[in-house]
Antibody, heavy 122, light 113 residues
Framework: EVQLVESGGGLVQPGGSLRLSCAAS????????MNWVRQAPGEGLQWVAN????????YYVDSVKGRFTISRDNANNSLFLEMDSLRAEDTAVYYC???????????????WGQGTLVTVSS | DIVMTQSPDSLAVSLGERATINCKSS????????????LAWYQQKPGQPPKKLFY???ARESGVPDRFSGSGSGTEFTLTISSLQAEDVAVYYC?????????FGGGTNVEIK
């Protein structure tokens, strides 16, 4: 069974940093493009970033470029999102979501974790 | 960026009746070399993560009931629920994966009338 379990969310002050983790199981993690998608309270979905299987290609939405870094550890089946210079508008539930194993990251996500809440507030 | 616009924002349909959700992209998401539309549909129920329903605009994900159908090409797409059931109450999102950043529509809230 595919499982994605996010952790690392919490309350952080504006300008602060946070590192999200996603533990993957039930599939060959290294074969899949992986995504972070967020959802502000009561709002819609926003794709944040994704990373190719080998970690050498990464893509970001403009609003997080230069502040967020996506990475992965294929040996430990883990996905990460390092978030710096956090702003109030980054407040959201952050979902880890699996892409596919076609070799392309231009694909929708098929499995999603339950999400971890990040709140940026003083 | 490709802007995805869904309509309506909210929809109330009687049980057993048809629900139709529209999604328009600001530019074509049809990739000419493979004739695929890079468009997906998701369903999100309260307190749950999204669930993928369709990819390539009309390819149904395994386990999705056949009362759900996806159609359209280029810039205009439709998700249809042919006979609404109580368990279909949810917010539905379209998403393009033709170009980065991947973008979602604003969502359509489907309720029972």
């Amino acid at each position: 069974e595919v499982q994605l379990v996010e952790s690392g969310g919490g309350l952080v002050q504006p300008g602060g940093s946070l590192r999200l983790s996603c533990a993957a199981s039930g599939f060959t993690f290294s074969n899949y493009c992986m995504n972070w998608v967020r959802q502000a309270p009561g709002e819609g979905l926003q794709w944040v970033a994704n990373i190719k299987q080998d970690g050498n290609e990464k893509y970001y939405v403009d609003s997080v470029k230069g502040r967020f870094t996506i990475s992965r550890d294929n040996a430990n089946n883990s996905l990460f999102l390092e978030m710096d210079s956090l702003r109030a508008e980054d407040t959201a539930v952050y979902y880890c979501a699996r892409g596919d194993n076609s070799g392309s990251c231009y694909r929708p996500a098929d499995y999603w974790g339950q999400g971890t809440l990040v709140t940026v507030s003083s | 960026d490709i802007v995805m616009t869904q309509s309506p924002d909210s929809l109330a349909v009687s049980l057993g009746e048809r629900a139709t959700i529209n999604c328009k992209s600001s530019q074509s998401v049809l990739y000419n070399s493979n004739k695929n539309n890079y468009l997906a549909w998701y369903q999100q129920k309260p307190g749950q993560p999204p669930k993928k329903l369709f990819y390539w605009a009309s390819a149904r994900e395994s386990g999705v009931p056949d009362r759900f159908s996806g159609s359209g090409s280029g810039t205009e797409f439709t998700l249809t629920i042919s006979s609404l059931q109580a368990e279909d109450v949810a917010v539905y999102y379209c998403q393009q994966y033709y170009s980065f950043p991947l973008t979602f529509g604003g969502g359509t809230n489907v309720e029972i009338k």
